[in-house]
């Protein structure tokens, strides 16, 4: 055995890693009890760590809510919507919202899911979730917290990652429900308006808009035009087109305008919920195109139910790889597709930036292709 030189440190040993933890943060959507489950069977099956399932996200981490996992509780569990461990969007820890002498103040309270980190002996947290998640995430990794990231949202919206889980699903609901309303506005002759998710990027309504047949898909990223949007039904009316087909994401909005909310922002911080611009595009069709108008919702319909195939696929892609990143002890980073191919980049660069549309990229250009209007003049 060669000696140790004389003035060179002799590296600490890193602690073995025994007991990791998963949550699932954020709003839920099809994929996460796959991860959860694929996470479980790689950690017990290929490292033996003893794995701790976090209830309802930061929250749990914050009250001390823990069950442990074991591979028979995930048994079917790829199939299963939601979340068997629950999950919030609500109550960002680090603006987080606490009673005091009968009022709401907003405080920081990493530190005390820091000391119930340390309390129940966790080496490693993987959060599952999106944007925010990932935001509070990267706060723990930067207060020396072992974190991985697992990316999910239906929105399509988290940066890094080519896709998320969850998105497909939603996709495949949102066309569904176009293939539905085709039937039933070509019958009546009317303009036929589906709302689907999207805060601030329009790939549900861009990619289920193009496989569902819409005739105008209305994004966040291209703030519409009404009167193009009018034009383009009227001309499908002058050539003997009786109906027609709009989806709008949430999130999009007129030009020089605002976004709709049911509920607007609050001046602390609380998110506004985003809804109503199908009614009030309807509104607006109707009277310009003097044509009958109906408007269909989707919500949370999109959130729910079975993941598709790909999801299922790739959210244990997903989970099993974020155990291996922990045997790899790559804290801090985020798994992620590239290609056909499961990666991770840090987390930091993930929450960089939102994965937005390109409106002059291939996705937009095909739509126009097909002759769909986005609400813009060509
Ligand atoms: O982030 C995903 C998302 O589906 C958004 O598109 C939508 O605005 C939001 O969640 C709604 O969340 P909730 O109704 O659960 O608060």
Request: proline residues 4%.
């Amino acid at each position: 055995m060669s000696p140790v030189k004389k003035g060179k440190k002799i590296s600490k040993r890193k602690k073995k890693i025994e007991i990791v933890s998963i949550l699932t943060g954020g709003g839920d959507c099809p994929g996460l009890n796959a991860v959860i489950r694929g996470f479980v069977r790689a950690s017990t099956n290929i490292y033996g760590w003893k794995v701790l399932g976090i209830k309802d996200g930061f929250d749990g981490l914050l009250s001390g809510s823990f069950k442990e996992l074991t591979t028979d509780d995930v048994v079917g569990l790829q199939l299963r919507g939601g979340t068997i461990l629950g999950t919030s969007n609500r109550g960002n820890p680090m603006h987080y919202p606490v009673k005091k002498g009968g009022i709401i103040v907003f405080e920081n309270v990493l530190p005390d899911i820091i000391k119930n980190i340390k309390k129940q002996k966790l080496d490693v947290v993987v959060a599952v979730g999106g944007d925010g998640t990932m935001k509070i995430t990267q706060a723990l990794r930067e207060k020396g917290v072992n974190v991985i990231g697992v990316p999910k949202t239906i929105d399509n919206d988290l940066g890094v990652t080519d896709v998320t889980f969850g998105y497909n699903s939603a996709v495949a609901c949102a066309t569904d429900a176009l293939d539905k309303l085709h039937t039933t506005a070509e019958s009546h002759h009317r303009v036929l308006i589906l709302e689907v998710m999207g805060r601030d990027c329009g790939w549900i309504a861009l990619e289920a808009g193009i496989a569902g047949g819409a005739d105008v898909i209305l994004i966040p990223e291209i703030p519409f035009v009404l009167d193009e949007v009018c034009k383009h039904i009227h001309k499908r009316k002058l050539a003997g087109k009786k109906f027609s087909i709009v989806i709008v994401s949430e999130g999009a909005y007129p030009k020089g305008g605002n976004k709709v909310y049911i509920k607007q922002p609050g001046p602390d911080g609380t998110p506004g919920r985003l809804g109503g611009l199908a009614n009030w595009v309807s509104e607006r069709i109707s009277y310009c195109t003097a044509l009958e108008t109906r408007v269909a919702v989707l919500g949370h319909l999109q959130r729910g139910g079975t993941p598709t195939t790909f999801d299922r696929i790739l959210a244990t892609r997903f989970g099993v790889e974020a155990a291996n990143l922990i045997a790899e002890r790559k804290f801090g980073k985020m798994v992620c597709l590239k290609g056909r191919t499961i990666k991770s980049a840090d987390i930091k660069e993930a929450i960089k930036e939102l994965n937005h549309i390109d409106p002059d990229g291939q996705s937009v250009k095909t739509a126009e292709a097909l002759g769909v209007s986005m609400g813009r003049p060509y």
